[in-house]
């Protein structure tokens, strides 16, 4: 079984598909950010959910479940962000997609750790999966809400299908692909080997 060793939040290799956000503010370079003793802020993106996409912000719950990974999923027309809140960090599986295909480039895939207040927004054709490591993690989510619609509906109706097992994708009213998942037996199962992580 192929492993994945996950690793800290780390902007590369992937740098074209994944922005990592800082935990904390290095230095004031510009006139986006501002240090104080009493608060800092700091611009750490410009989110864009797509052409015609209505931004949405979603409270996602994560629960403890198998380190086994059998399933990637991507978004085709917007970014999406995700940051853990509270004291347990996430696992984001992150994979590239392969040049001039719509699969995931598995020979690229990695799994970061994600640790509370920190973030990583994932641009378009980035697959992925998210985990809970030891104990239940609520995060907040920034993505497109025609794309938290078309997820709905392809959830309820893969618990309903009697083939769940493959790659599926749906189309959106303006003929615009907005999903996919990647399973089956196109997909290998990973392993997530944990021996790196810097527990919290």
């Not at 189309?171 to 615009?176: F, L, P, T």
């Amino acid at each position: 079984m192929p492993t994945i060793t996950v690793k800290p939040i780390n902007q590369s290799p992937l740098e074209k598909w994944v922005k990592a956000w800082p935990l904390a503010i290095d230095a004031v370079k510009d006139t986006q950010a501002f240090k104080s003793l009493n608060s800092d802020f700091w611009h750490v993106h410009d989110f864009e959910p797509g052409k015609g996409g209505q931004t949405e912000v979603l409270w996602v719950t994560y629960r403890p479940r198998s380190m086994l990974i059998s399933s990637l999923e991507v978004h085709w027309l917007t970014e999406q962000a995700v940051v853990p809140l509270g004291s347990a960090p996430l696992i984001q599986v992150l994979c590239p997609t392969k040049q001039g295909t719509k699969e995931p480039d598995l020979d690229k895939i990695e799994a970061w750790q994600i640790l509370p207040g920190q973030g990583i927004c994932m641009m378009p054709g980035c697959w992925h999966a998210t985990l809970a490591i030891e104990s239940e993690v609520n995060a907040m989510m920034l993505t497109r809400r025609s794309t938290t619609l078309d997820l709905v509906k392809q959830l309820n109706e893969s618990n309903s299908n009697s083939n769940p097992n493959s790659q599926k994708t749906r189309v959106n009213s303006e003929d615009q692909l907005e999903s996919s998942f990647f399973t089956g037996a196109q997909m290998p199962v990973f392993d997530l080997n944990l021996s790196l992580l810097k527990q919290i």
